[in-house]
């Protein structure tokens, strides 16, 4: 069961409505995400033979898994299968890191009524995804 996270749930409909993140408005963030995530060089490196329109409708997806867990407390088969893909990508368990740093940097810039306690909120709604990602990146998720 997952507490009530008002802020995080008030936020996410003023950036992307009820649904998930369908439309302009939602790519334009996703797109500023990415401005911001691949200011690393380290992170930049692995989206150099990158499509952006269709990362942005991956991550689309992938963020949609990330709350759907925080929501249920149950890894999805697809969140399973996004872990699996990252880790055959070389993808360190530390960029997830960078990853929420520059998605909550983003929420921050598009959600005029952010504030640290929003942001905090976001952190706490997504952590418990991206740590499964990161586990089954490290070996310790479930596999298969």
């Known amino acids: 069961m ?3 996270n008002p802020l995080f749930e008030e936020s996410y409909g ?3 409505g009820p649904g998930v993140a369908a439309g302009g408005e939602a790519d334009r963030f996703f797109l500023t995400f990415y401005d911001h ?5 380290e ?3 692995l989206f150099t033979e990158t499509d952006m329109d269709q990362q942005v409708q991956m ?11 925080y929501i249920s407390g149950e890894p999805s088969a697809e969140l399973q299968r996004i872990a699996e893909v990252h880790k055959g990508l070389g993808v360190e368990s ?4 960078a990853w929420l ?11 005029v009524r952010a504030d640290e306690a ?12 991206m740590t499964y990602i990161r586990m089954v990146i490290l070996g310790l998720g479930r596999t298969g």
């Open 59 to 69: 991550l689309k997806r992938s963020l949609f898994q990330v709350v759907s867990f």
């Open 14 to 16: 003023r950036l992307f």
């Open 43 to 45: 992170i930049a490196k």
């Open 37 to 41: 995530f691949l200011r690393d060089p």
């Open 94 to 97: 530390s960029m997830f890191d």
């Open 118 to 129: 929003t942001r905090l909120a976001w952190c706490w709604a997504l952590t418990p995804g």
């Open 2 to 4: 997952t507490l009530p």
């Open 101 to 111: 740093e520059a998605l909550v940097e983003t929420v921050a810039e598009y959600d």
